[in-house]
């Protein structure tokens, strides 16, 4: 039976990242993936000619190459792959969309101050004391405040909308739960999205693709696609071995699981009693329009509207409807800074909003097509609301395409199609055995950026036992 330093469980962000840091130290690695194509969550297919992203609206923690201290540019460093492979093309500038207020902000935060300070002049002093906070906190810490951000917010912003407003974007860019999240969490997403902000590869998520995968050859890593985890096999308080998909087995000294909490538990023969109520309520359909010419050019120039049509704003798991079309996001690829005369071909409108894993999950095959036809209808009509009325008609819709969380599922294998996985976190990493550690989603860093970050420093931590990192608890791992 083979044996490796280290296996680590699915190619997304973080089993990539994960996997490099690894190889980069000389150890031997394996990458097992269930799917045929990397990048989990943010992975790309064909259909008619074209290719779709699954995932990417924005790559969040924008930092010019130079920035040498910006958490963007320690992952590529870390990773030893040149932050100018990455191609971030920094955003036009983005929303937050509410009934009767609407805040700009981008990648320079003052923008988002002027517009507080217009519309909320009362809070502009506790909004820049809140910036100072999220700037200072240790974002990398693996150990968990166990505070809450709305109960934080009330302390210091007194404006009930301005809380809300603050909060749909961090809440749509990366909760699992519902209505509220760590304050930890809470942090890291005010600053990768109000502090930082926007980017976006021209290729989309292939550009962060191709270099991850490209380095895993080049330091040794070997990646096995279509080949899953099928069993950890326990013996004490250790797995043993990895039972795969193809019916072999292998042994390693140290497990990074990227599955889930749940799942990874699942995987090991574990049922804990709290599962059920672990495995996340959030899942989400987005509809994709691609149009002839550049959206600009008819009036829609956000790069992401984060909306609420409703107050309070709501960000629960609707319960009579399978998907609630009163909030979401509206991201347009388009409206990122590209260099002169590399617009992208044609325009794309995705509009993203929660939907109800079980009323998806078990409809028949024409009943599920049926209701994915109804709710591209509803939720382009939504897109028509909620963004500027159009000068002159758009440019005609020449393609369509839809996810939903049974999408989501099938090609993650995330319980729930929960894309932010599980209500609760596991920041330490740490499972119910001594060399099975989580990493990605359910260790608690999101989104791209996060779960790169998250591969990084569970690596470091466990498996290449970085002396100084594994001495000093909850200190920074990058
Ligand atoms: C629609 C959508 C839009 C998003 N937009 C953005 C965005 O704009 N910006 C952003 O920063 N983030 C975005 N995200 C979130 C981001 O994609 C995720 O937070 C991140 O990619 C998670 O990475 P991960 O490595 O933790 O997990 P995953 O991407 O879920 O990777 C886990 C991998 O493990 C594999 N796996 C599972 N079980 C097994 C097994 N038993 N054996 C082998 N392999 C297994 C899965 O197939 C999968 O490839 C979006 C997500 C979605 C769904």
Redesign the pocket.
């Known amino acids: 039976m083979r044996e490796y330093d280290v296996v680590v469980?699915?190619?997304?962000?973080?089993?990539l990242a994960a996997a490099i840091r690894v190889g980069l130290a000389g150890r031997s690695v394996l990458l097992?993936?269930?799917?045929e194509a990397?990048?989990?969550?943010?992975s790309f297919y064909r259909k008619d000619g074209r290719v779709h992203d699954?995932?990417?609206?924005?790559?969040?923690n924008y930092a010019e190459p130079g920035e040498r201290r910006a958490p963007l540019n320690k992952i590529f460093r870390q990773l030893r792959i040149p932050r100018e492979t990455i191609d971030c093309n920094p955003q036009r500038g983005s929303r937050i969309h509410f009934p009767d207020r609407s805040l700009r902000f981008g990648n320079d935060p003052t923008l988002l101050e002027e517009e507080i300070a217009s519309a909320f002049p009362a809070e502009i002093d506790a909004f820049r004391r809140l910036e100072e906070e999220a700037r200072t906190f240790p974002a990398t810490d693996l150990r968990s405040t166990g505070l809450w951000a709305r109960p934080f917010l009330e302390e210091r912003i007194a404006d009930p909308l301005l809380r809300e407003m603050l909060l749909c974007p961090i809440l749509y860019?990366?909760s699992a739960t519902e209505d509220d999240l760590e304050l930890d969490q809470f942090m890291i997403l005010f600053r990768a999205l109000y502090l930082e902000g926007f980017a976006r590869p021209r290729e989309g998520v292939r550009t962060i693709l191709r270099p991850l995968l490209k380095k895993l050859k080049e330091v040794g890593g070997e990646r096995r696609m279509r080949?899953?985890?099928?069993r950890l096999v326990p013996a004490g308080d250790r797995i043993a071995e990895l039972e795969l998909d193809d019916g072999t087995s292998v042994r390693a000294g140290v497990i990074l699981s990227?599955?889930?909490r749940v799942?990874t538990d699942r995987?090991c023969g574990l049922h804990p009693p709290e599962a059920g109520n672990l495995v996340g309520r959030l899942s989400?359909v987005?509809t994709i329009h691609i149009h002839e010419g550049q959206p600009a050019d008819w009036g829609w120039e956000d790069t992401v509207v984060f909306f609420s049509r409703n107050r309070p704003f709501r960000y629960r798991k609707p319960e009579d409807a399978a998907v609630d079309p009163d909030s979401g996001v509206i991201?347009i690829p388009n409206n990122y800074e590209y260099p002169e005369g590399r617009a992208l071909p044609e325009g794309i409108v995705r509009v993203?909003a929660i939907a109800d894993y079980d009323r998806w999950i078990h409809l028949p095959e024409p009943e599920y097509r049926q209701a994915k036809e109804e709710w591209l209808e509803r939720l382009t009509a939504v897109g028509r609301e909620v963004l500027p009325p159009p000068r002159g008609e758009p440019g005609p819709v020449v393609a369509t395409d839809m996810?939903t969380p049974r999408t989501?599922e099938h090609?993650?294998?995330?319980l729930g199609g929960a894309?932010?996985g599980a209500s609760e976190k596991k920041k330490d990493g740490r499972t119910a055995f001594r060399n099975l550690f989580l990493?990605?989603?359910d260790q608690g860093f999101?989104?791209?950026?996060?779960?790169l970050l998250?591969?990084i420093s569970i690596a470091n931590r466990y498996a290449l036992a970085i002396e100084g990192a594994a001495a000093v608890e909850g200190a920074e791992y990058l």
Do not use: D, K, Q, W
């Open positions: 469980i699915g190619a997304g962000m973080s089993g097992l993936e269930r799917h990397p990048g989990g969550l943010n699954t995932g990417l609206h924005a790559l969040t860019y990366g080949c899953g985890v099928r990227s599955a889930g799942e995987l989400f987005e991201c993203t996810f989501i090609f993650t294998g995330h894309v932010y990493c990605g989603t999101l989104g791209i950026v996060g779960a998250s591969g």
